[in-house]
């Protein structure tokens, strides 16, 4: 009895430790497929970035930089080649970092205040872009190019591809022939504005204001003579910051694709910094770009508030909401990604830096984006631009540079103590 007993209590034990095993094994396959599945799903977009150079439209490290350091690149904290968070306050952006991220190409602004404006701004401007070429020349990692073929090349010689943007047309003061010596200068891009006006257009803080209240409703005549020199010179129009009647305008005059670096979907955050469906549809048409910001206010606000939180956070997949968005009203020839890293302190979870953008990427392929559509994103869209604006320069190579001068009766050139004037027209007096 005794042995049936201990008998009985060895099969039990037996056939417990069989179950054990058999639901151990059941547990395991599905969690060792998912993790195939997921580091399969990080290899795929990885190669993919290692095809197409992911270009990023807008980073303000070189801001950082004036900021932290006053553009010293042999202060030790600056050194890009190590790890800057730490270092900086806000840091998302650094050499082993962007090769992490496999980043092949970035649009660094060059960013001035609009404290600036009618003051110093020219100097400061030509201090960050001196600083981007300084950076591009001290790491090996870099290549200064300024065409879209020179990102091209400098990707297939395994360089991050250093491009120039100028954010806010503050930056050139009123002025055409800084407008041009910034294109000699190597800036590729120029943002209309700012979040303040120029005496020439109005940004988007005008939007929050009656019509009646607005200073131009839109651009002024010189606003539209930029824009026509812009296109000659094939400096890539962004409508980053401006209001809503500036981008209707542009998008209506402009003779090449236009840009915007750093724009999330207002449908979906409904701040007046994001570009709403009815201007996505007219960009869509002119065959134009729109680069998603990372900045959380203008990724979870509402209607798409997480119940909970503010606008200090947002999250990866909410990002990926913004270009599943964008694609979807302007089409996947129109998407592309702006961080604005360096340039906001507070950035989505999941995206803490440059060197998570291939995690944003396996999102886009489990959500079913086409290796076409993800190389679209990652760099062919903005490249397609950059050459539709060359080729507009080159059809517009007989056109004569514009000499027309900023009127002195417009916003704050009124009796601005800070101007002196040469030539004086008849009815001014010296």
Not at 56 to 85: A, C, F, M, Y
Not at 89 to 97: F, L, N
Not at 406 to 418: A, H
Request: aromatic letters at 6%.
């Amino acid at each position: 009895m005794a042995n049936m007993d201990r008998n009985r209590i060895v099969m039990i034990v037996v056939g417990s430790i069989v179950i054990v095993a058999i639901v151990a094994v059941a547990i395991a396959i599905p969690v060792s497929r998912n993790n195939r599945e997921s580091t399969s799903t990080l290899e795929h977009a990885q190669d993919l970035m290692t095809e197409t150079p992911l270009v990023d439209g807008h980073n303000d490290l070189p801001w950082q930089i004036k900021n932290r350091v006053n553009n010293q690149l042999e202060n030790d904290t600056s050194n890009l080649n190590s790890d800057l968070k730490g270092k900086f306050a806000v840091s998302h952006t650094d050499i082993p970092r962007l090769k992490t991220g496999k980043v092949g190409a970035q649009f660094w602004a060059a960013y001035t205040s609009c404290n600036s404006q009618y003051k110093d701004t020219i100097r400061h401007t030509i201090d960050q872009i001196d600083v981007i070429k300084r950076m591009c020349d001290k790491y090996d990692a870099f290549e200064f190019v300024d065409s879209s073929e020179g990102i091209r090349d400098a990707f297939k010689r395994g360089k991050i591809g250093g491009l120039i943007g100028v954010e806010g047309g503050h930056s050139m003061d009123s002025h055409m022939a800084v407008l041009r010596a910034l294109y000699a200068l190597g800036t590729r891009y120029m943002t209309i504005t700012h979040s303040c006006n120029t005496p020439w257009s109005d940004n988007w803080l005008m939007d929050e204001l009656p019509e009646s209240e607005r200073e131009f409703n839109g651009l002024t005549n010189f606003g539209r003579d930029i824009i026509k020199e812009m296109n000659r010179l094939g400096m890539i129009i962004d409508l980053s910051h401006v209001s809503v009647d500036v981008m209707k305008q542009v998008l209506e005059l402009s003779e090449a694709p236009v840009m915007f670096s750093h724009t999330s979907a207002f449908t979906l955050c409904n701040h007046y910094r994001n570009v709403n469906d009815e201007v996505l549809a007219i960009v869509k048409d002119k065959q134009g770009v729109v680069m998603v910001n990372f900045y959380t206010k203008y990724i979870n606000c509402p209607p798409s508030l997480i119940p909970g939180t503010n606008d200090s956070y947002a999250n990866l997949t909410q990002v990926a909401d913004h270009l599943d968005h964008i694609k979807k009203i302007c089409g996947e020839d129109c998407v592309g990604m702006g961080s604005d890293y360096d340039g906001v302190n507070t950035v989505p979870e999941g995206l803490e830096d440059v060197s998570k953008f291939p995690d944003l990427i396996v999102e886009l392929l489990n959500r079913g984006w086409t290796d076409d559509q993800i190389k679209k994103l990652l760099g062919e869209n903005i490249l397609r631009v950059f050459k539709g604006v060359e080729d507009t320069r080159d059809k517009l190579s007989q056109r004569l540079p514009d000499e027309s001068s900023m009127p002195r009766d417009s916003g704050g050139e009124v009796n601005n103590t800070c101007r002196t004037y040469v030539h004086n027209p008849p009815g001014r007096e010296q």
